[in-house]
């Protein structure tokens, strides 16, 4: 099974199809997800979110409106998915398969990029606002909480593309030891 690492002799072939059997079962959200955020991924990487102009009776009259925290509640919720089922991948197959290493990279940056469209969409929206309104303890909290948003999802982002390390040979291992 390529799809695994031979490797890993903790791991029995009962877990390994679990493993499999979860990550296949979650990646149905995480398709569902791609799905869901085709729009705003193109609304924003397009650059039509920066000519997006503010319309007061677009956020209600009140001073901070629940509108601008949908997105912020999407992107959490979409994180709750999307981070176990990547993190699980990582674990369950084989990165040092060139193949599989390209596979799990192009999936993570594409479920990544869809967290960040939806997180951008909602952080620029709060500018325009606090623009607009000027600032208060809860759009300051929103700013923050956009920023950690980024912070996570990068971070994630290196931490599964970070290269497996590489198992050396007996040979290897006895250069290095004579090497110092």
Known sequence: MIFFESSRTDLTKVSKMILLIVAAILA??????????YEP???VF?????????????FGIGLDQPTLGKFYILFFLFSLIVFPYLALLRFAINRRNKL??????????A???C?????????YWLIKYIEALGYTSRRSFGLFFGKCGYITVFGLLVWLLWPPKRNLSLTEKNERLKNG
């Open 28 to 37: 149905i959200p995480a398709i569902w997800i791609i799905y869901i955020c």
């Open 41 to 43: 991924f193109i609304y």
């Open 46 to 58: 397009s650059g039509d979110l920066f000519e997006y102009q503010f319309i007061r009776p677009q």
């Open 100 to 109: 599989n290493y390209v596979m799990f990279g192009c999936l993570a940056i």
């Open 111 to 113: 479920l990544c990029l």
């Open 115 to 123: 967290l960040v469209s939806v997180l951008t969409i909602g952080y």
